[in-house]
């Protein structure tokens, strides 16, 4: 058939083949997807796929922890049963931090690798392999690794030297190693005694120098880290991270986002259901997504998606899901800060605050979001196109609430807690986990 093409019209085709495979690889969005006991007779694993596909998401970075596991192993093979044929894609992330011996992380990649939905990436199309640090193992053990599996290497070697002070002369170093790197803790400010903002001018230099060394760049996006099990406690703020985080990674322009995470119930950054069958009871007190769902966030994970793979570079051209109205949510901490006791590491960073976003489609005007706390109004804010966020200070105790007025002061949509926020402690701790409730 090929003969019969004129020449040009060839010439042409293959430049767009170029081109359009250029375009569909140039932004793709992961959400981190910790590996947990997935129960083989329930419809799980469908459910966590057909949701990620829902939001908009490209793949999941299947984090493993325990490469040896037959619970890992039957999780894994459900997930890439239900992903075969579809428009989404798998790849590993090695957890160093749960297990640092690489050969484990290997073997158990070699046994998936040619598994028909594992994502492959660049111009060699390879597939792509993650990590969750990984930068102590250094760059000679990541290079045999690459040079053995010929995988599209894409790690977190933050740990590794020069990487934040001098990441011109991190990537001389490893520059034969890696196809691109992933910085993760970036994605929130430290725990601190203070209210503070996430920055991304350590993600602005990184970007820089991966640039110059022809490598690509992922970003982390999320909501807060609060963990309150397995022997410690400690609080990363939280309030407006995660819409602060959009406005940032889209001036950045990384090459790819992983929302940290779909399903970390542990460091309450979920925003995925968590299968109970996985998690300890200790866990489930706080980190629970029946009681505690944070699906409200994904409408304006969706509406970032289509941003940055857009091109967009600033969030005021970001516009709600399927051409919807609007799109947005209400998030608060189930306790006030008077809540004594039990309080994580890094507390004196929350505030009482109800805090919201909110996406408005290109043109809307004289619309305003009205937050109310214990049955009072605490403010009522100007909302225009694009995204707006705030955490307005005041929260109090009893029932919260976000409503979106229309320019004549009607109520368009509204969210309300479905649960009090309280001044004491439940099962002995203060939960710093936050109630996510969807603008409907
Ligand atoms: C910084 O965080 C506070 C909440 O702690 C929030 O009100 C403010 O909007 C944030 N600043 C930016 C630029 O997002």
Redesign the pocket.
């Known amino acids: 058939m090929y003969k019969h093409l004129n020449s040009s019209l060839a010439v042409l085709l293959a430049g767009f083949a170029l081109l359009t495979q250029h375009l569909v690889q140039s932004k793709l969005v992961f959400a981190h997807y910790l590996v947990g006991t997935v129960d083989p007779s329930t419809d799980h694993a469908k459910q966590d796929i057909d949701q990620a596909i829902s939001v908009g998401f490209d793949a999941f970075a299947l984090n493993v922890g325990a490469p040896d596991a037959d619970w890992a192993k039957s999780t894994l093979q459900q997930l890439f049963d239900y992903a075969r044929g579809k428009e989404f894609k798998l790849f590993f992330s090695f957890d160093f931090y749960a297990n640092g011996d690489l050969s484990a992380h290997e073997k158990l990649y070699q046994a998936f690798k040619d598994q028909d939905a594992y994502l492959k990436y660049g111009a060699a199309n390879l597939p792509v392999v993650s990590s969750y640090s990984g930068g102590a193992i250094g760059a000679d053990a990541w290079r045999s690794f690459k040079n053995a599996n010929n995988v599209y290497l894409l790690p977190n070697p933050e740990a590794a030297e020069n990487y934040y002070s001098q990441p011109a002369s991190f990537f001389q170093a490893w520059g034969d190693v890696v196809d691109g790197v992933f910085s993760w803790e970036t994605a929130w400010p430290d725990a601190a005694d203070a209210?503070t903002?996430v920055s991304s001018a350590r993600d602005k230099d990184v970007k820089a120098a991966a640039d110059a060394a022809g490598k690509t760049y992922m970003m982390g996006l999320s909501s807060l880290q609060y963990k309150h099990c397995c022997g410690d406690s400690w609080y990363r703020?939280g309030?407006?991270n995660l819409p602060?985080r959009m406005t940032q990674i889209l001036a950045v322009q990384p090459e790819f986002t992983e929302v940290i995470t779909w399903n970390d119930a542990g460091e309450s950054h979920y925003i995925g259901p968590c299968w109970a069958e996985g998690l300890t009871e200790e866990i489930l007190q706080y980190g629970n997504s029946d009681t505690n769902p944070h699906a409200g966030w994904q409408p304006l994970v969706s509406s970032f998606i289509t941003a940055f793979k857009g091109g967009a570079k600033d969030a005021g051209a970001m516009v709600p899901p399927a051409g919807g109205a609007f799109a947005g949510a209400m998030w608060y901490r189930p306790v006030t800060k008077s809540c004594g006791g039990d309080v994580p590491r890094g507390s004196g960073a929350a505030?009482d605050?109800v805090n919201y976003a909110v996406v408005l489609p290109a043109g809307s005007a004289g619309m305003q979001v009205r937050v109310s706390s214990g049955g009072r109004e605490l403010a009522t804010l100007p909302a225009q196109a694009g995204l707006n966020?705030?955490?307005v200070a005041g929260m109090v105790t009893g029932a919260q609430k976000l409503e979106l007025l229309g320019s004549g002061g009607n109520v368009v949509a509204s969210a309300s807690s479905a649960v009090d926020v309280s001044d004491a402690p439940t099962n002995g701790f203060c939960n710093y986990n936050y109630y996510v409730v969807g603008l409907k």
């Open positions: 209210p903002n703020t309030e407006t602060e505030r605050a966020y705030g955490s």
